[in-house]
């Protein structure tokens, strides 16, 4: 999902919640991003953008580890709060995120099999926002969505997780769990406003490129 710059508070308000927990501090660029290298991003119209991922596994492994720094590295330099395995095309229900919500708090983590539970019409009430996509590079539109969103899962040993979001990073939790089924915020468009974010897309899309490519080089990253 793509940092909205109105949503990132000043750098003023330092609270941050890793995986969930509160923390004393942590570093602008999480570990995981300096340890990691670029993958490409998958842009909507590749299957493995459009078919549910398959169930999370390998917990504990050295794979797994370098898929999630791999994947803060390419959300750092894509300019990104969220972003989902399928979305470096790998067919696993895994997202990392690095977002902040409307009460300066920074969340910073991953989950794997996410599943967002149900909340009832008192819990929450529906929020029209912009949200991007970074597989859809370029346009951001407006879409509705909960104002808050609890989602379950795992870390990458095996350990439960419970992560609640609310304002911009309850919207990041659950554009990143569509990912994982095989939805992109496309899909909760009509059809003429989608037809426009494609349009937008194509225009748009080379000069993104270009600026992550730039990033990934003034980071000094290797891409993958």
Known sequence: MSQQPAHRPGAVDRRVRVLGVPVDSYPE???EA??????????VGEEVLHRPCRPGSGFGSEELARLIDDMFATMQVAEGCGLAANQVDVDLRLFVYDCWDESGV?????????????LG???RRLVEDDEGCLSVP?????????????????DQYGNPLVIEGA?????????????????????????????EALRRM????????????ARTQAL???QV
């Open 138 to 154: 370029g346009p951001a539109l407006t879409v509705a969505r909960p104002d808050r969103a609890v989602v379950r899962g795992f």
């Open 121 to 123: 019409p008192g819990e």
């Open 220 to 222: 000094g990253k290797q």
């Open 34 to 43: 300096e340890r990691g290298s670029v993958r490409r991003v998958t842009v």
């Open 167 to 195: 304002g911009y990073f309850a919207r990041c939790l659950q554009h990143e769990t569509d990912h994982l089924y095989g939805h992109l915020y496309l899909d909760r468009l009509a059809k003429r406003d989608r037809k």
């Open 29 to 31: 660029t999480p570990p």
């Open 202 to 213: 194509a225009e748009q899309r080379e000069d993104v490129f270009a600026r992550r490519l």
């Open 106 to 118: 920074r969340h910073v983590g991953h989950i794997l099999d996410p599943v967002l539970d149900e």
